[in-house]
């Protein structure tokens, strides 16, 4: 490694250890040395950032540091974790220091928020790219799966969804990689959903308070057909959701409102489109009344929301009637007012 790279880790990623947080030696050292208390286990999760794959090239440096950070501490309020420390390797093109001190500033504004440290990483020269790999803690056993949904279980979401799917659509036009079928798509609101794709957040103070409550639990990276799909599988069983009951924003419900967006698209954004990241959990009825008895509890804290949107229905096998239909998420059924809605044939194709 150069001096050059020496430099640009002491100056932008090496800040002083907090010991007291558990890290015995942080940045600096061949490798971080860590103290995992009793009665503990570590959560390890590593999510990569690939320029033009996972990002826009032009993106924002601040809303890419935030943003690595974010889906990273995601996957740990999955988990039922307290986010506790991060590495960072980096990969750079060359040394833009206004870049640099940007996205900087954008990951550690997110892991100052959660109290979540750097303890080291890579820096490297090459097409950029960042991976992240975020350390937390659980109690022994009792962290969240998505194993153990049980017939009966409610199915809840932590927050609003399809914004966060609208925001890539309107991303991918602008950048002109598609051209849109929907000509009200030039006179969005954009910026909303812009933000909720570039600037989620963890649900990582949600995610503590899960923990003896929800019986399996997931974050929504890749949509809700898809990710409700894998708790049901570990889980074997099935499940209906509610289109009437889904989460949307205001920003969404005001551009349905306009015309500007079909119902039945903002339904397909919020159940195939990814990049929520809000945590899908179940729960047993009885326990969903104590969680939002507990929730109440917790009034001066933001971002703690709990939507009921479906139900666990059967354990395992799926109808042989639906086999033969080629559903997509063969184990989910979509409801309107009662009557089964295909969101699975009818695409999610908002481009020409
Ligand atoms: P080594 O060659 O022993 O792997 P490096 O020279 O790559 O170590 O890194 C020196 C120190 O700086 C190590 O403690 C490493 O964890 C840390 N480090 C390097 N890059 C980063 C980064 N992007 N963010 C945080 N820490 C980093
Ligand atoms: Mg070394």
Same mark, same amino acid.
Request: charged residues 20%.
């Given at each position: ?5 020496f430099?640009?880790i002491k100056r932008y990623f090496q800040r002083p250890t907090n010991q007291s947080d558990g890290v015995v030696i942080g940045i600096g050292d061949d490798c971080a040395i860590l103290t995992i208390p009793e009665g503990h286990q570590l959560a390890v ?5 690939? /320029? ?17 950070l974010?889906?990273?501490l995601?996957?740990l309020?999955?988990?039922?974790a307290t986010a506790k420390w991060v590495s960072l390797?980096?990969?750079?093109? /060359? ?9 900087c500033?954008?990951f550690f504004d997110l892991a100052d928020k959660y109290n979540v440290q750097l303890i080291g990483g ?10 992240v790999s975020a350390k937390g803690l659980v109690k ?64 990582l ?29 570990? /889980? ?117």
């Amino acid at each position: 490694m150069s001096k050059g790279e020496f430099d640009i880790i002491k100056r932008y990623f090496q800040r002083p250890t907090n010991q007291s947080d558990g890290v015995v030696i942080g940045i600096g050292d061949d490798c971080a040395i860590l103290t995992i208390p009793e009665g503990h286990q570590l959560a390890v999760t590593t999510d990569s950032l690939v /320029s033009g794959v996972h990002f826009f090239e032009d993106v924002d440096a601040y809303r890419l540091g935030y943003k690595s950070l974010a889906v990273n501490l995601s996957d740990l309020a999955a988990m039922g974790a307290t986010a506790k420390w991060v590495s960072l390797a980096i990969t750079l093109p /060359s040394i833009d220091e206004v870049w640099l001190a940007e996205f900087c500033r954008g990951f550690f504004d997110l892991a100052d928020k959660y109290n979540v440290q750097l303890i080291g990483g890579d820096t490297t020269k090459g097409p950029l790219s960042i991976t992240v790999s975020a350390k937390g803690l659980v109690k022994t056993g009792q962290a969240l799966t998505r194993q153990q949904a049980q017939v009966g279980d409610l199915i809840c979401v932590s927050g609003c969804l399809g914004d966060g799917a609208l925001g890539l659509a309107i991303k991918l036009l602008a950048s002109g990689s598609v051209v849109s079928k929907n000509e009200d798509f030039a006179v969005l609101n954009k910026q909303a959903f812009i933000d909720a794709l570039e600037l989620t957040e963890p649900r990582l103070t949600l995610a503590k308070l899960l923990v003896g409550y929800a019986s399996s639990c997931i974050d929504i990276s890749d949509g809700l057909s898809q990710d409700l799909s894998h708790i049901l599988e570990k /889980s074997r069983c099935s499940a209906e959701v509610y289109l009437q009951d889904l989460p949307l924003s205001d920003a969404m419900l005001s551009e349905i409102k306009l015309g500007r967006i079909p119902q039945f698209q903002a339904w397909q954004y919020a159940v195939n489109g990814g990049d929520d990241y809000e945590l899908l959990f179940t729960i047993s009825p009885e326990k969903l009344v104590l969680l939002k008895e507990l929730l109440k509890t917790q009034a001066n804290e933001a971002n703690l929301a709990c939507f009921e949107i479906g139900k666990i229905i059967t354990a395992s096998s799926v109808s042989s009637t639906v086999c033969l239909e080629k559903k997509t998420h063969p184990l989910i059924t979509f409801l309107h007012q009662q009557q089964p809605v295909d969101l699975d044939s009818s695409g999610w194709d908002h481009f020409k």
